[in-house]
């Protein structure tokens, strides 16, 4: 049985463009001022990664991995980002966040103090098909787990 919860936003919706996904959770390109800030949303609504079962939580990183694999491959950031909070939203998402050094925030997190305007940088153009390209690829590679695209 699938759990929701009708006022959580990721219940009631994808949370983003949605590049890839499965049975159990979905890659959606967020509508964020930082280019390239991805989701992994787990479908059912649970509030903490420790309520998965194991190959729920192994499948769920594998996910996050490749998202940071193929957003290192597509946009070459100077550093990437992982976070898991919740605190808002407790419906478990992680964030993967490509950064790069004269953005808007660097080095602080995204959601720390702005430290200068940001360059100005935008996206390549049909870059959520590259990703979704990209993320098909790792998952079809011998030995990981699969992901389907997005219907
Ligand atoms: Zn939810």
């Known amino acids: 049985m699938r759990h929701s919860d009708s006022h ?6 994808d949370g983003g463009q949605v ?23 787990w479908n059912d609504h649970v509030a903490e990664f420790t309520d998965l079962a194991p190959a ?14 193929a957003l290192r491959a597509l946009l070459s950031p100077d550093k990437m980002n992982l976070a898991c909070f919740g605190n808002l939203t407790p419906h478990l998402h992680w964030h993967v966040i490509p950064r790069f050094a004269d953005d808007s925030h ?3 997190s995204v959601w720390g103090a702005c430290q200068r305007p940001g360059a ?9 098909e590259s990703l979704a390209t990209h993320l098909m690829k790792i998952f079809s590679a011998p030995s990981t787990l699969t992901m389907g695209s997005p219907s």
Not at 8 to 13: K, N
Not at 120 to 128: D, G, I, W, Y
């Open 8 to 13: 959580c936003p990721f219940c009631a919706g």
């Open 19 to 41: 590049v890839s996904r499965d049975a159990r959770c979905r890659v959606v390109l967020a509508d964020e001022p930082f280019p390239g800030f991805c989701r992994v949303i």
């Open 56 to 69: 729920d939580r192994a499948h769920c990183m594998s996910v996050v991995a490749a998202v940071e694999t």
């Open 106 to 108: 660097f080095p602080n």
């Open 120 to 128: 100005a940088r935008t996206l390549p153009s049909h870059f959520a």
